[in-house]
């Protein structure tokens, strides 16, 4: 089926488009990019004071099928992220199994193709159960789909496997992605160190936690010649170290999730909303800042999400007790609207850098670019839509958000994955 998607404002920093305009679709590719065009019998999407751009991916999602269905699925999971505006996710592999061998890859596969909404790409463990013990399985899940390789959750501890495991993903030419914790200086922390643990009477964890772990890979990056990813950073001295391997020249990459630019330990009060329990935890203004100055000079690539569902029951626990996390799939363009795009940090196509370019780029998924002949995943944002979040406007299984009762400007309202839609007016679509 053809499909027309008209007037809209065409963004896409690849080809060098940012001018109001139409992009014909046929057979899951684009076919013509221009103004004033038409088709003979097909599907017409007015587009008028709307953003059309290449789909937004999120290079850091917990499914958690197999093993926690009860929080999320892979399709409530990819209904989710279609609600958000993201036409593809890579799925962490801290699930039960953990995601350390190709036939637990081909599972999350066939899976996403049987039931997901948008595309699925899995990340395998580095180490066997995530035990940081002994290499997993990492060819055999390269063969089977898996796109880079994680220990996400608490990260490979020992420096010697984590060289190990960055000379063998090396030879298969994928990226490693590293949840930067120091267990032995995070040591149970809860939140930040500093004056709102000590308020609070809350464990604290160090940045240093976190730093102390980024210089780690980096050196071993610089020693193995390996792709590295560094997941979620939060602190000040992180960004400092990535600007300096760059400057260096070394095949580093990193993202930052919204809560960590669009809140800081100051928003944790005596209420103890354990929604804004984190991994790593949130930090403090300054800290905020240069992650959002980071992001917007490059030094920082992405924006990842680290959705993390959770039950009502395991979020009402104490807050020592309670798991870490938020959801993000849905909130995340809202936000970066809202506090990027809105007050002027970001442009139109630096949000598409952020949020569709350099994260395919930081683990070599294939590009979408508006021209003829590419893939079309496309998502189309109106940035005028009121977003009220509250727990009954989640497609995601779980509602523990940091995001909670915040009212929010601009929505996705259309998502073509492969040209089909996965969101139409603001509606999930039926597989």
Not at 247 to 256: D, I, Q, S, W, Y
């Amino acid at each position: 089926m053809a499909l027309l998607l008209k007037g809209g404002r065409i963004v896409d920093p690849q080809t060098g488009l940012d001018a109001v305009g139409d992009i014909v679709v046929r057979d899951g590719r684009i076919v013509e990019v221009g103004q004033d065009l038409e088709i003979a019998k097909g599907q017409v999407i007015e587009c008028a004071e709307k953003i059309v751009v290449p789909g937004l991916v999120d290079i850091h999602t917990h499914l958690r099928e197999p093993g926690f269905e009860y929080k999320e699925t892979i399709e409530s999971g990819t209904r989710a992220a279609a609600h958000g505006g993201f036409t593809t996710v890579c799925a962490m592999p801290n699930t039960s199994p953990v995601t350390d061998s190709g036939s637990k890859v081909r599972f999350i596969v066939e899976r996403a193709a049987e039931r997901g909404v948008v595309r699925v790409h899995p990340i395998g463990s580095c180490t066997a159960g995530q035990k940081g013990e002994a290499l997993a399985e990492i060819g055999d899940m390269v063969r089977e789909g898996a796109v880079a390789f994680s220990d996400d959750g608490r990260g490979v501890q020992d420096a010697g496997m984590m060289r190990r495991v960055m000379d063998y993903a090396k030879t298969f030419g994928t990226t490693v992605i590293s949840h930067c914790e120091d267990e032995s200086l995070a040591a149970g922390g809860v939140v930040n160190e500093g004056v709102v643990s000590t308020r609070l009477g809350l464990a604290g964890w160090p940045a240093a936690a976190e730093e102390t772990a980024v210089a780690r890979d980096i050196r071993l990056c610089e020693l193995t010649g390996c792709r590295l990813h560094l997941a979620h950073l939060s602190t000040a001295g992180s960004v400092a170290l990535v600007r300096d391997a760059k400057e260096r020249g070394l095949p580093v990459t990193a993202e930052v999730t919204p809560h960590h630019l669009f809140l800081t330990e100051d928003d944790i009060d005596p209420a103890y909303d354990t929604n804004l329990k984190m991994n790593p935890p949130l930090r403090t203004a300054a800290d905020r800042e240069a992650l959002v100055a980071a992001l917007v000079d490059g030094t920082v690539d992405c924006i990842a999400t680290d959705h993390a569902p959770h039950a009502a029951h395991e979020k009402e626990l104490e807050f020592e007790l309670a798991p870490y996390g938020t959801t993000g799939l849905e909130t995340a363009l809202s936000l970066v609207v809202t506090n990027l795009v809105g007050p002027g940090l970001l442009d139109w196509t630096g949000m598409v850098r952020v949020m569709a370019v350099a994260p395919r780029a930081a683990l070599g998924l294939p590009e979408v670019r508006f021209e003829p002949g590419a893939v079309a995943d496309i998502t189309v944002i109106d940035p005028e839509a009121r977003v009220e979040v509250t727990r009954g406007w989640f497609e995601s299984a779980s509602a523990n958000s940091a995001f909670l009762g915040m009212r929010l400007l601009g929505k996705a309202t259309d998502v073509l994955v492969e040209g089909r839609f996965a969101l139409r007016g603001g509606k999930v679509a039926d597989r």
